[in-house]
C-alpha cells in the first residue's frame, strides 16, 4: 500500500531546502516528543518542518491504516450513494486521502489545530484528485468540541494524545456529530487497545452499534495479556528510508480500530481473524474473535470450501 504519488512529491518538495542530517535530527526529535509528552494535550508538531518530516514518516502508515480498518468495516455494513467527511484531528490530510480511495464523497471538513499541519495538509487534499474542490480545513480543537456534522466521521492516531477525561468527552462529542458511521483508528498498543475497550463500553452505553473489528456486542473478554490489533504492510519513499536508515523498502504499521454507526448490523455470523494463520500439512489453524473472546479454529482439506477460504485469509479478515 502507498500514498499517492502527488502526495509523496508534495512532502519531498517540502524539504528540499534541508539536507539529510537535518531532517533526520528532526525526526528524532519528532520521535522523542511523542514518547515522552503525548498522552497530556501536548502540541507535539509546531513547525513547517517538522510538519514535512512527519509526513514523510509517518503519513504512509496513517494512510494504510485508515484505509485497512474502513475497507474492514465496509465488508460490514452496507455503503451505497454519497457522504460526506469530518476528518476530526485531520493532520496532514491521511485519512482523508485514504477515505476519498473507498467512499464516494461529497463534502469533507477537516479539522486541525496545529497551523503547520493544517496548511501543508491544504496543499495535499488541495492538489489529490479526488479531494480537491471538496475539502475545507477549519482550525480547531477537539477538546473544545465541534461544530461541524458529517456521515462519516474519522479520528485517527488522536485521542491517544489525550487524558482520560478528555479522551471521553470528546468521544461523545465525535459522535453526537456523526449521521451514520464513526471510525476510530490508534495505534496496535495493548495501552491504545485498553483505550479502545473504554470507549467501546461508553459509546455502546449510548446506544450505538459496533461494526468492526469486533463481531458481537457482547463484553470484550480477551485475556489481560492479549489486545486486538492488526497490520498494514506499506511501501517506504527512498526519502522515508534514508530517514529512517532502513534497508528494506516497506513497513509494517500496527494499528488498533473501532468503527460505530447508528443502524444495528444485520450479519454477525462470521468471526474475524485476529491472527496470522498457522498453515501446517493439510490443515490451517486460524485464531479468531468470536463472542467476544480469543479461540482458534482448525480447518483441513477435508472440508475444501472453508479450506479454500481459509487459504485467503489473513489477520484482520472475516471468516
Not at 458511521?181 to 463500553?201: D, K, N, V
Not at 479468531?288 to 483441513?300: A, H, R
Request: hydrophobic residues 35%; neutral net charge; glycine residues 6%.
Amino acid at each position: 500500500m502507498e500514498l499517492p504519488i502527488e502526495i509523496r512529491t508534495i512532502a519531498e518538495e517540502a524539504l528540499s531546502a534541508y539536507n539529510i542530517h537535518g531532517i533526520k535530527a528532526v525526526s528524532k526529535d519528532i520521535t522523542k516528543k511523542y514518547k515522552e509528552k503525548s498522552g497530556a494535550g501536548n502540541h507535539l508538531i509546531v513547525s513547517p518542518v517538522e510538519a514535512a518530516v512527519y509526513s514523510v514518516v509517518r503519513m504512509p502508515s496513517t494512510f494504510g491504516a485508515v484505509y485497512s480498518a474502513l475497507s474492514h468495516t465496509m465488508e460490514c455494513v452496507p455503503f451505497d450513494g454519497e457522504y460526506s467527511l469530518l476528518d476530526v484531528g485531520a493532520g496532514t490530510g491521511a485519512g482523508t486521502i485514504a477515505a476519498s480511495q473507498l467512499l464516494e464523497l461529497t463534502g469533507i471538513t477537516c479539522i486541525e489545530r496545529e497551523k503547520s499541519m493544517r496548511e501543508l495538509g491544504i496543499k495535499y487534499t488541495g492538489q489529490y484528485s479526488l479531494t480537491a474542490s471538496k475539502t475545507i480545513w477549519r482550525n480547531g480543537d477537539i477538546i473544545s468540541g465541534l461544530n461541524d456534522r458529517a456521515d462519516v466521521v474519522i479520528s485517527s492516531y488522536v485521542l491517544n494524545e489525550m487524558t482520560e477525561q478528555d479522551r471521553i468527552a470528546a468521544v461523545r462529542d465525535m459522535w453526537s456529530h456523526t449521521d451514520k458511521l464513526l471510525l476510530i483508528i490508534e495505534p496496535g498498543t495493548p495501552e491504545a487497545f485498553s483505550q479502545l475497550r473504554r470507549i467501546r463500553s461508553e459509546l455502546l452505553s449510548l446506544g450505538a452499534h459496533i461494526s468492526a473489528p469486533c463481531t458481537c456486542e457482547d463484553e470484550c473478554r480477551l485475556e489481560d495479556d492479549d489486545w486486538c490489533h492488526f497490520t498494514v504492510r506499506v511501501q517506504r519513499s527512498r526519502l522515508h528510508r534514508m530517514i529512517k536508515e532502513a534497508d528494506v523498502p516497506y513497513e509494517d504499521e500496527k494499528f488498533c480500530y473501532m468503527s460505530f454507526v447508528k443502524d444495528n448490523v444485520s450479519d454477525r455470523s462470521r468471526k474475524r481473524v485476529l491472527r496470522h494463520p498457522q498453515i501446517g500439512k493439510g490443515n490451517i489453524t486460524l485464531t479468531v474473535c468470536s463472542n467476544g473472546k480469543s479461540e482458534k479454529i482448525t480447518v483441513t482439506k477435508k472440508d475444501k470450501e472453508k479450506f479454500r477460504t481459509a487459504r485467503k485469509t489473513g489477520s484482520g479478515d472475516l471468516f
